[in-house]
T-cell receptor, first 108, second 115 residues
Framework: GQSLEQPSEVTAVEGAIVQINCTYQ??????LSWYQQHDGGAPTFLSY????GLEETGRFSSFLSRSDSYGYLLLQELQMKDSASYFC?????????FGPGTRLSVLP | EPEVTQTPSHQVTQMGQEVILRCVPI?????FYWYRQILGQKVEFLVS????????KSEIFDDQFSVERPDGSNFTLKIRSTKLEDSAMYFC?????????????FGDGTRLSIL
């Protein structure tokens, strides 16, 4: 199957750390990507995990456990501008499936 | 920084009419994609395109849809006999390589409104 699950909403305060989880049920899995989308904007690539473990890019980190079919995006030192929707995405061949998205609200 | 450009930004069309959405991918990219996003919902894959042919398409991409790369720069999505439920934001994306490691660069989208 090609089904991804994410929490629909997460709320946190400025300066905090938040984790957005993604579980997938796949065959032919090629890795997990994360995209950020601000309201009215286009999705923007954040990170990719092809192998198990943690990938760090500045304030953002992404983790993958293929044995658990699970990954997460970790956002540190939250800023107001991080308020957006975050999508995990999995590639199957040349077909890309996006998760339902998690809306992150950062409060002052 | 090079970017993907889409035109028009907003298209309003009567139901039953044909629309063509246009995209100019990043110049040295080889893989092209169309996605659809209904308001408030997730991004849905429509089709991928490489070497002047469709690589893969989703169940959404039926005979109503077609894609074309008419010249060396444009990549178009044609929707025939539009229906009310075709109203959505349509995103074009391109990437330099095939692997998931190669990030897809998205355009700002075309908002299609079917009346």
């Amino acid at each position: 199957g090609q089904s991804l699950e994410q929490p629909s909403e997460v709320t946190a305060v400025e300066g905090a750390i938040v984790q957005i989880n993604c579980t997938y049920q796949t065959s032919g899995f090629y890795g997990l990507s994360w995209y950020q989308q601000h309201d009215g904007g286009a999705p923007t690539f954040l990170s990719y995990n092809g192998l198990d473990g943690l990938e760090e890019t500045g304030r953002f980190s992404s983790f993958l456990s293929r044995s658990d079919s699970y990954g997460y995006l970790l956002l540190q030192e939250l800023q107001m501008k991080d308020s957006a929707s975050y999508f995990c995405a999995v590639r199957y061949g040349q077909n890309f499936v996006f998760g339902p998205g998690t809306r992150l609200s950062v409060l002052p | 920084e090079p970017e993907v450009t889409q035109t028009p930004s907003h298209q309003v069309t009567q139901m039953g009419q044909e629309v063509i959405l246009r995209c100019v991918p990043i110049s040295n990219h080889l893989y092209f994609y169309w996605y659809r996003q209904i308001l408030g919902q997730k991004v849905e894959f429509l089709v991928s395109f490489y070497n002047n042919e469709i690589s893969e398409k989703s169940e959404i991409f039926d005979d109503q849809f077609s894609v074309e790369r008419p010249d060396g720069s444009n990549f178009t999505l044609k929707i025939r006999s539009t229906k009310l439920e075709d109203s959505a934001m349509y995103f074009c994306a391109s990437s330099s390589g095939q692997g998931a490691l190669q990030p897809q660069h998205f355009g700002d989208g075309t908002r299609l409104s079917i009346l």
